[in-house]
Protein backbone atom coordinates (compact mmCIF):
# COMPACT_ATOMS: atom_id res chain seq x y z
CA UNK A 1 0.00 0.00 0.00
CA UNK A 2 2.08 3.45 -0.93
CA UNK A 3 2.27 6.18 1.53
CA UNK A 4 -0.89 9.18 1.19
CA UNK A 5 1.21 11.78 1.14
CA UNK A 6 -1.32 14.03 1.36
CA UNK A 7 -2.41 13.05 4.60
CA UNK A 8 0.77 12.77 6.35
CA UNK A 9 1.51 16.54 5.30
CA UNK A 10 -1.82 17.45 6.82
CA UNK A 11 -0.90 15.56 9.69
CA UNK A 12 2.20 17.25 10.00
CA UNK A 13 1.42 20.91 9.17
CA UNK A 14 -1.23 20.38 12.32
CA UNK A 15 2.02 18.74 14.45
CA UNK A 16 3.95 21.42 13.41
CA UNK A 17 1.53 23.71 14.45
CA UNK A 18 1.73 21.94 18.38
CA UNK A 19 5.61 23.28 18.09
CA UNK A 20 4.21 26.92 17.02
CA UNK A 21 1.88 27.07 19.54
CA UNK A 22 3.99 25.72 22.55
CA UNK A 23 6.08 29.15 21.55
CA UNK A 24 9.14 27.83 23.63
CA UNK A 25 11.44 30.19 23.94
CA UNK A 26 9.33 32.55 24.72
CA UNK A 27 7.78 31.73 27.67
CA UNK A 28 10.76 30.07 28.84
CA UNK A 29 12.12 33.27 28.85
CA UNK A 30 12.60 34.83 32.90
CA UNK A 31 10.47 37.80 33.05
CA UNK A 32 12.93 39.54 35.34
CA UNK A 33 16.40 38.15 34.32
CA UNK A 34 17.87 41.34 34.07
CA UNK A 35 16.94 42.33 37.76
CA UNK A 36 18.17 39.13 38.43
CA UNK A 37 21.63 38.98 36.72
CA UNK A 38 22.30 42.75 38.81
CA UNK A 39 20.86 41.13 42.00
CA UNK A 40 23.21 37.77 41.63
CA UNK A 41 26.52 39.45 40.64
CA UNK A 42 25.99 41.80 43.71
CA UNK A 43 25.43 39.43 45.95
CA UNK A 44 28.44 37.41 44.51
CA UNK A 45 30.98 40.25 44.61
CA UNK A 46 29.60 40.90 48.35
CA UNK A 47 30.64 37.19 49.07
CA UNK A 48 27.11 36.38 49.77
CA UNK A 49 24.77 33.20 47.59
CA UNK A 50 21.27 33.66 46.39
CA UNK A 51 19.63 31.87 43.85
CA UNK A 52 17.60 33.76 41.57
CA UNK A 53 13.21 33.19 42.09
CA UNK A 54 12.36 33.81 38.02
CA UNK A 55 8.99 35.25 37.04
CA UNK A 56 7.46 34.22 33.65
CA UNK A 57 4.64 34.83 31.21
CA UNK A 58 2.28 32.07 31.70
CA UNK A 59 1.01 29.98 28.47
CA UNK A 60 -2.27 29.83 26.80
CA UNK A 61 -4.48 27.11 25.74
CA UNK A 62 -3.24 27.43 22.46
CA UNK A 63 -1.18 24.54 22.46
CA UNK A 64 -4.03 22.22 24.32
CA UNK A 65 -6.31 23.32 21.39
CA UNK A 66 -3.47 22.90 18.96
CA UNK A 67 -2.71 19.31 20.40
CA UNK A 68 -5.99 18.14 20.37
CA UNK A 69 -6.30 19.25 16.37
CA UNK A 70 -3.24 17.09 15.89
CA UNK A 71 -4.13 14.26 16.80
CA UNK A 72 -7.57 14.02 15.05
CA UNK A 73 -5.33 14.39 12.30
CA UNK A 74 -2.88 11.67 12.17
CA UNK A 75 -2.70 9.29 9.50
CA UNK A 76 -3.61 5.56 9.08
CA UNK A 77 0.08 4.69 8.07
CA UNK A 78 1.32 3.57 11.27
CA UNK A 79 4.66 4.50 11.07
CA UNK A 80 3.93 8.04 10.34
CA UNK A 81 1.42 7.59 12.65
CA UNK A 82 3.69 6.67 15.45
CA UNK A 83 6.46 9.21 14.54
CA UNK A 84 4.10 12.22 14.62
CA UNK A 85 1.99 10.94 17.90
CA UNK A 86 5.53 11.29 19.96
CA UNK A 87 5.99 15.14 18.61
CA UNK A 88 2.54 15.60 19.86
CA UNK A 89 3.22 13.78 23.30
CA UNK A 90 6.55 15.56 23.54
CA UNK A 91 4.49 19.17 23.10
CA UNK A 92 1.85 17.63 25.61
CA UNK A 93 4.54 17.61 28.49
CA UNK A 94 6.91 20.52 27.46
CA UNK A 95 3.29 22.29 27.84
CA UNK A 96 2.76 20.98 31.42
CA UNK A 97 6.73 21.93 32.24
CA UNK A 98 5.96 25.82 31.02
CA UNK A 99 2.69 25.73 33.41
CA UNK A 100 3.96 24.18 36.02
CA UNK A 101 7.19 24.97 36.29
CA UNK A 102 8.38 21.62 37.95
CA UNK A 103 11.95 20.96 38.07
CA UNK A 104 11.08 17.32 37.58
CA UNK A 105 8.72 17.74 34.53
CA UNK A 106 11.10 20.37 33.04
CA UNK A 107 14.02 17.99 33.27
CA UNK A 108 11.98 15.18 31.82
CA UNK A 109 10.80 17.40 28.87
CA UNK A 110 14.54 18.89 28.25
CA UNK A 111 16.03 15.55 28.38
CA UNK A 112 13.34 13.77 25.72
CA UNK A 113 14.23 16.26 23.80
CA UNK A 114 17.92 16.69 23.95
CA UNK A 115 19.22 13.77 25.87
CA UNK A 116 20.85 13.14 28.79
CA UNK A 117 24.84 15.12 29.35
CA UNK A 118 27.46 12.21 30.54
CA UNK A 119 30.24 11.65 31.91
CA UNK A 120 31.92 11.34 28.77
CA UNK A 121 30.91 14.04 27.33
CA UNK A 122 32.09 16.33 30.42
CA UNK A 123 35.76 14.84 30.37
CA UNK A 124 35.72 15.80 26.49
CA UNK A 125 34.57 19.37 27.34
CA UNK A 126 37.08 20.08 30.22
CA UNK A 127 39.44 18.17 27.71
CA UNK A 128 38.74 21.29 25.18
CA UNK A 129 38.85 24.04 28.05
CA UNK A 130 42.40 22.87 29.50
CA UNK A 131 43.86 22.70 25.82
CA UNK A 132 42.36 25.47 23.75
CA UNK A 133 42.84 29.22 25.83
CA UNK A 134 40.60 31.63 25.18
CA UNK A 135 41.40 33.74 22.16
CA UNK A 136 41.39 37.72 22.34
CA UNK A 137 38.68 39.44 19.20
CA UNK A 138 40.09 40.56 15.97
CA UNK A 139 41.05 44.83 15.75
CA UNK A 140 38.81 45.59 13.06
CA UNK A 141 35.35 45.49 13.89
CA UNK A 142 31.70 45.91 11.66
CA UNK A 143 28.88 47.29 12.51
CA UNK A 144 25.66 44.82 12.87
CA UNK A 145 24.39 47.08 9.59
CA UNK A 146 27.36 46.09 7.97
CA UNK A 147 27.05 42.12 8.94
CA UNK A 148 23.36 42.38 7.59
CA UNK A 149 23.95 44.09 4.34
CA UNK A 150 26.87 41.17 3.55
CA UNK A 151 24.24 38.83 4.50
CA UNK A 152 21.45 40.50 2.46
CA UNK A 153 24.25 40.27 -0.69
CA UNK A 154 25.00 36.18 0.01
CA UNK A 155 21.00 35.69 0.27
CA UNK A 156 20.49 37.50 -3.24
CA UNK A 157 23.76 35.67 -5.20
CA UNK A 158 22.38 32.23 -3.56
CA UNK A 159 18.85 33.57 -5.01
CA UNK A 160 17.78 33.35 -1.94
CA UNK A 161 15.78 36.78 -2.46
CA UNK A 162 12.65 35.91 -0.14
CA UNK A 163 14.99 35.50 2.64
CA UNK A 164 15.45 38.65 4.49
CA UNK A 165 17.83 40.51 7.03
CA UNK A 166 16.93 42.76 9.81
CA UNK A 167 18.70 44.59 12.71
CA UNK A 168 16.81 43.94 15.66
CA UNK A 169 17.46 45.56 19.09
CA UNK A 170 15.02 43.14 21.22
CA UNK A 171 16.96 39.83 21.04
CA UNK A 172 19.42 38.39 23.36
CA UNK A 173 21.64 35.96 20.60
CA UNK A 174 23.62 38.72 18.27
CA UNK A 175 22.68 36.75 15.40
CA UNK A 176 19.22 34.06 14.80
CA UNK A 177 17.45 32.44 11.82
CA UNK A 178 13.88 31.85 12.00
CA UNK A 179 12.92 29.63 9.38
CA UNK A 180 9.01 30.26 9.36
CA UNK A 181 9.51 34.02 8.75
CA UNK A 182 12.63 33.67 6.52
CA UNK A 183 14.27 35.86 8.30
CA UNK A 184 17.68 36.66 9.81
CA UNK A 185 18.21 38.97 12.74
CA UNK A 186 21.25 40.44 13.51
CA UNK A 187 21.35 42.50 17.01
CA UNK A 188 21.47 46.18 17.29
CA UNK A 189 24.91 47.47 18.14
CA UNK A 190 26.41 44.16 18.04
CA UNK A 191 30.11 44.56 16.49
CA UNK A 192 31.78 41.56 14.49
CA UNK A 193 35.50 40.89 13.15
CA UNK A 194 35.42 40.50 9.08
CA UNK A 195 36.40 36.27 10.37
CA UNK A 196 33.00 36.37 12.94
CA UNK A 197 31.15 37.34 9.97
CA UNK A 198 32.22 35.02 7.32
CA UNK A 199 31.95 32.17 10.08
CA UNK A 200 28.44 33.35 10.60
CA UNK A 201 27.17 33.34 7.24
CA UNK A 202 28.72 29.85 7.09
CA UNK A 203 26.79 28.63 10.02
CA UNK A 204 23.26 30.73 9.93
CA UNK A 205 23.15 31.17 5.89
CA UNK A 206 25.17 27.55 5.24
CA UNK A 207 23.23 25.24 7.66
CA UNK A 208 20.38 26.79 9.21
CA UNK A 209 19.01 28.60 5.99
CA UNK A 210 20.03 25.76 3.82
CA UNK A 211 18.30 23.00 5.78
CA UNK A 212 15.04 24.76 5.63
CA UNK A 213 15.09 25.39 2.41
CA UNK A 214 16.41 22.20 1.14
CA UNK A 215 13.80 20.68 3.52
CA UNK A 216 10.50 22.85 1.85
CA UNK A 217 11.71 21.35 -1.61
CA UNK A 218 11.16 18.15 -0.26
CA UNK A 219 7.78 16.35 -0.85
CA UNK A 220 7.26 15.53 2.89
CA UNK A 221 6.61 18.56 5.43
CA UNK A 222 8.04 17.48 7.85
CA UNK A 223 11.25 16.97 6.70
CA UNK A 224 11.36 20.49 6.81
CA UNK A 225 11.11 20.91 10.67
CA UNK A 226 13.47 19.93 13.32
CA UNK A 227 11.42 16.68 15.54
CA UNK A 228 12.85 15.40 18.62
CA UNK A 229 16.56 15.16 18.77
CA UNK A 230 17.51 17.30 15.77
CA UNK A 231 19.25 20.28 17.84
CA UNK A 232 21.97 18.51 18.76
CA UNK A 233 22.40 17.56 14.58
CA UNK A 234 21.85 21.76 13.67
CA UNK A 235 24.41 23.23 15.80
CA UNK A 236 26.20 20.18 15.43
CA UNK A 237 26.33 20.51 11.91
CA UNK A 238 26.91 23.98 11.46
CA UNK A 239 30.24 23.65 13.47
CA UNK A 240 31.00 20.98 11.38
CA UNK A 241 30.85 23.17 8.07
CA UNK A 242 32.71 26.00 10.39
CA UNK A 243 35.64 23.85 10.47
CA UNK A 244 34.96 22.63 6.84
CA UNK A 245 35.48 25.90 5.32
CA UNK A 246 38.41 26.73 8.01
CA UNK A 247 36.43 29.28 9.77
CA UNK A 248 35.96 27.91 13.23
CA UNK A 249 36.14 30.05 16.45
CA UNK A 250 38.09 28.73 19.69
CA UNK A 251 36.14 31.28 21.84
CA UNK A 252 32.56 29.59 20.64
CA UNK A 253 34.03 26.37 20.89
CA UNK A 254 34.56 27.04 24.53
CA UNK A 255 31.34 28.51 25.41
CA UNK A 256 30.24 25.43 23.87
CA UNK A 257 32.39 23.07 26.29
CA UNK A 258 31.44 25.65 29.39
CA UNK A 259 27.55 24.54 28.53
CA UNK A 260 28.24 21.04 29.07
CA UNK A 261 29.87 21.72 32.34
CA UNK A 262 26.49 23.61 33.39
CA UNK A 263 24.22 21.08 31.80
CA UNK A 264 26.09 18.24 33.56
CA UNK A 265 26.06 20.30 37.51
CA UNK A 266 22.68 21.41 36.91
CA UNK A 267 21.54 17.53 37.19
CA UNK A 268 22.30 17.54 40.78
CA UNK A 269 22.91 21.02 41.64
CA UNK A 270 21.25 24.54 42.21
CA UNK A 271 22.06 27.17 40.44
CA UNK A 272 24.55 28.61 42.81
CA UNK A 273 26.53 25.66 42.07
CA UNK A 274 25.77 25.48 38.18
CA UNK A 275 27.90 28.83 38.45
CA UNK A 276 30.99 27.47 40.30
CA UNK A 277 31.39 25.55 38.29
CA UNK A 278 31.23 27.37 34.90
CA UNK A 279 33.22 30.19 37.08
CA UNK A 280 36.65 28.71 37.11
CA UNK A 281 36.51 28.87 32.77
CA UNK A 282 34.96 32.26 32.49
CA UNK A 283 33.83 35.75 33.48
CA UNK A 284 31.07 36.13 37.01
CA UNK A 285 29.06 38.27 33.57
CA UNK A 286 29.24 35.20 31.31
CA UNK A 287 28.73 32.33 34.12
CA UNK A 288 25.79 33.54 34.95
CA UNK A 289 24.29 33.60 31.20
CA UNK A 290 25.37 30.30 30.79
CA UNK A 291 23.88 29.33 34.10
CA UNK A 292 20.53 31.45 33.14
CA UNK A 293 20.38 29.83 30.59
CA UNK A 294 20.52 26.14 31.75
CA UNK A 295 17.96 26.93 34.94
CA UNK A 296 15.26 28.68 33.01
CA UNK A 297 12.22 27.61 32.88
CA UNK A 298 12.22 26.89 36.87
CA UNK A 299 10.99 29.18 39.49
CA UNK A 300 13.01 28.51 42.27
CA UNK A 301 16.32 27.59 40.70
CA UNK A 302 18.11 26.44 43.95
CA UNK A 303 16.47 22.69 42.93
CA UNK A 304 18.51 20.24 40.43
CA UNK A 305 17.85 19.97 36.87
CA UNK A 306 16.08 22.46 34.34
CA UNK A 307 15.75 23.14 30.88
CA UNK A 308 19.27 21.03 30.32
CA UNK A 309 19.67 21.52 26.08
CA UNK A 310 23.04 23.25 25.90
CA UNK A 311 25.13 20.48 26.16
CA UNK A 312 24.03 19.32 22.49
CA UNK A 313 26.07 22.01 20.77
CA UNK A 314 29.44 20.67 22.13
CA UNK A 315 28.42 16.99 22.14
CA UNK A 316 26.94 17.45 18.79
CA UNK A 317 29.67 18.60 17.08
CA UNK A 318 31.98 15.90 18.04
CA UNK A 319 28.50 13.34 17.26
CA UNK A 320 28.31 14.41 13.43
CA UNK A 321 32.10 14.95 13.37
CA UNK A 322 32.41 11.20 14.10
CA UNK A 323 29.38 10.30 11.73
CA UNK A 324 30.62 11.87 8.73
CA UNK A 325 34.25 11.09 9.37
CA UNK A 326 33.02 7.67 8.54
CA UNK A 327 30.26 8.01 6.14
CA UNK A 328 31.19 10.83 4.75
CA UNK A 329 27.90 10.61 1.78
CA UNK A 330 25.53 10.87 4.26
CA UNK A 331 26.12 14.52 4.57
CA UNK A 332 23.85 14.95 1.74
CA UNK A 333 21.04 13.53 4.35
CA UNK A 334 21.62 15.89 6.69
CA UNK A 335 21.49 18.85 4.84
CA UNK A 336 18.61 18.09 2.60
CA UNK A 337 16.50 18.09 5.88
CA UNK A 338 16.33 19.20 9.13
CA UNK A 339 16.03 15.62 10.84
CA UNK A 340 18.87 14.91 13.16
CA UNK A 341 21.48 12.18 13.21
CA UNK A 342 19.45 9.34 14.49
CA UNK A 343 17.13 9.10 11.53
CA UNK A 344 19.76 9.11 9.40
CA UNK A 345 18.87 5.23 8.55
CA UNK A 346 14.76 6.93 8.17
CA UNK A 347 16.24 9.16 5.41
CA UNK A 348 18.34 6.23 3.64
CA UNK A 349 14.65 4.87 3.00
CA UNK A 350 13.13 7.59 2.23
CA UNK A 351 15.82 8.24 -0.96
CA UNK A 352 15.90 4.78 -1.57
CA UNK A 353 11.86 5.31 -2.30
CA UNK A 354 12.11 8.79 -3.63
CA UNK A 355 10.80 10.93 -1.22
CA UNK A 356 13.99 12.86 -0.40
CA UNK A 357 15.52 15.35 -3.08
CA UNK A 358 18.89 16.33 -3.15
CA UNK A 359 20.08 20.01 -1.54
CA UNK A 360 19.46 22.78 -3.71
CA UNK A 361 21.69 24.96 -1.55
CA UNK A 362 25.25 24.00 -0.44
CA UNK A 363 27.40 25.18 2.57
CA UNK A 364 30.28 25.33 0.06
CA UNK A 365 27.95 27.35 -2.19
CA UNK A 366 27.69 30.25 0.22
CA UNK A 367 30.83 30.30 1.34
CA UNK A 368 31.82 30.94 -1.92
CA UNK A 369 29.77 33.87 -2.10
CA UNK A 370 30.55 35.02 1.20
CA UNK A 371 34.18 35.08 0.34
CA UNK A 372 33.33 36.94 -3.39
CA UNK A 373 31.28 39.63 -1.15
CA UNK A 374 33.14 40.65 1.45
CA UNK A 375 36.62 40.60 -0.96
CA UNK A 376 35.32 44.03 -1.98
CA UNK A 377 35.30 45.08 1.08
CA UNK A 378 38.77 46.75 2.03
CA UNK A 379 41.23 49.23 3.53
CA UNK A 380 39.24 51.69 5.71
CA UNK A 381 35.77 50.90 4.52
CA UNK A 382 36.44 47.66 6.83
CA UNK A 383 35.54 49.54 9.85
CA UNK A 384 31.68 51.40 8.64
Request: glycine fraction near 8%.
Amino acid sequence: MSLDIGAVNKASELVVGVGRALRYAHFITPLNQRESRVAYLSAWNSGQAIDPVFEYLEPTADTLDAIGRATAALPDDSAWRERLNREIEAARIGHEALVTHDPATMTAYALGQFGSPTDEGLAQALDYLAHHPRQGPGPVQWTADRAAGIMTEVLAKAELGDWAVEVDDHMAARMSVTGVKRLLRVKQGAMFTPAEVRRLIVHEIGTHVARTVNGNSQPLTLLAHGITGYMGTEEGLAVWHEQQEGVSDVNVMRTYAMRVVACHKAMTGGFGEVFAAVLPHTTPEDAFGITLRIKRGLIDTSQPGGYIKDHVYFMGALAVAGHLDQASSDHELLLATKWPLAEIEALRDLREQGLLLEPIVRTSMIAAFAQEVMSSYRGSDLTS
